[in-house]
């Protein structure tokens, strides 16, 4: 079995009831059965709790009213650690943040963005991100895998990731390049000519698709009325995702009214203002972009081995960098045009929970790419 994860896989560490936050509340953790049959012969004190704190039928854990996790305690350590050991938890617990996505006789394993510290270590990485790969023993066959799809997928985003990484190139042609290519490859796996895809993979690395590109990418950001349009819609559709915290909605409320409701030509000037302070500000930030789309597209890519959407999910990638500039655009003018590492680091935790902590929400974002297609205007991530 081949295992992946990214270089900074080892500078994470948990820290517990020091953090600035949880990932014990806000969504509803599922038990593995294994966890259930030990929890099931719980003997002395803690049996009590346990029956009461597991909704046994469901398979989860019950939450209190402002959704924390019932074992969370007020000072934010987990009771059941503390009372059974780190060994009693379930797979879930043990494993968050770490994010697992499978393939036949591969295992993917990234850091989620969600927690804090994650998110911290991944934002102040200068170097591009490298993928480390280890075998360990075990062989494993899936009924319904499509290995010559895989592969295909697999070189796609190498090349998407090598395009992305390359600080030759300015970020909106990067941006560019890896949606053409995502496109070109989705029409061929609609065909059913998944072979063609290395030829679209070969022409995107040729001076001239990048020219090409060049003159799509300049085009659309000449249109800044279609912009304005474009990332107002993007931002109500985060409206109608399942909502994880309760705190999300006013935020995004909030974040809507100083944007866009004094109209197009308020926005556009906001933007501007925004893009020359931050060049000045946090010249950091076209690194932490790079960052965050390998970090989407390296999670979320090969998955179109199972549902084919393999544009959608390079689409995704892209509008949750743009919506998470746009939330911090919103929070630069809440704190009187100032930003902090500190309000990168909040803005990204929390758009990811909301987004990659709901099954049902990563669905709707790629049926609603699928929907309303990404124009190439990323002059302004
Ligand atoms: S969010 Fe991250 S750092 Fe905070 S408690 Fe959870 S795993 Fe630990």
Not at 257 to 273: I, P, S
Request: proline share 3%; with cysteine.
């Amino acid at each position: 079995m081949l295992y992946t994860i990214p270089d900074y896989y080892h500078q994470f560490q948990c820290v517990a009831d020091r953090c600035e936050d949880t990932c014990c509340a806000g969504w509803q953790i599922v038990a593995d059965r294994r966890a259930l049959e030990r929890y099931r012969k719980v003997r002395g004190p803690f049996r009590k709790k346990l029956r009461s704190s597991v909704d046994w039928k469901e398979g989860t854990f019950r939450q209190s009213e402002d959704k924390r996790c019932a074992f969370l305690k007020e000072d934010n350590l987990c009771e059941m650690y503390t009372e059974l050991g780190k060994d009693s938890l379930c797979r879930t617990c043990r494993r968050y943040p770490r994010h697992v996505e499978e393939f036949e006789n591969v295992r993917e394993i990234t850091l989620s963005v969600s927690c804090p510290e994650v998110a911290k270590i991944l934002l102040a990485k200068k170097e591009p991100v490298k993928f480390l790969s280890y075998e360990k023993e075990g062989e494993e066959e899936y009924e319904d895998f499509d290995p010559f799809l895989y592969s295909e997928l697999l070189d796609g985003r190498d090349l998407m990731i090598r395009i992305l990484q390359d600080r030759k190139k300015p970020l909106d042609l990067r941006a560019g390049l890896i949606l053409a290519i995502a496109h070109d490859m989705q029409v061929r796996i609609k065909k059913g000519e998944i072979f063609s895809c290395q030829e679209v993979l070969e022409r995107y690395q040729t001076k001239a698709a990048e020219a090409y590109v060049q003159k799509k990418v300049q085009e659309a950001q000449s249109n800044e009325e279609q912009q304005f349009r474009y990332v107002r819609q993007m931002f109500w559709n985060l409206d109608q995702l399942e909502r994880l915290r309760d705190d999300w909605e006013p935020y995004l409320r909030e974040a809507e009214a100083l944007l866009y409701r004094k109209g197009q030509k308020h926005y556009l000037e906001v933007r501007k203002e925004f893009s020359d302070w931050i060049g000045v500000h946090m010249p950091e930030w076209s690194v932490q972009c790079e960052q965050l789309l390998v970090y989407f597209l390296s999670t979320y890519f090969c998955g179109a081995v199972y549902d084919g959407r393999a544009y959608a999910k390079v689409q995704m990638a892209v509008i949750s960098v743009l919506l998470i500039r746009e939330l911090l655009a919103a929070q630069w003018l809440k704190n009187e045009k100032m930003l902090e590492m500190q309000d990168v680091v909040e803005t990204v935790y929390r758009y990811s929970r909301e987004l990659e902590h709901s099954d049902p929400n990563l669905n709707q974002m790629e049926e609603m790419m699928e929907e309303q297609l990404v124009p190439m205007f990323w002059k302004q991530i």
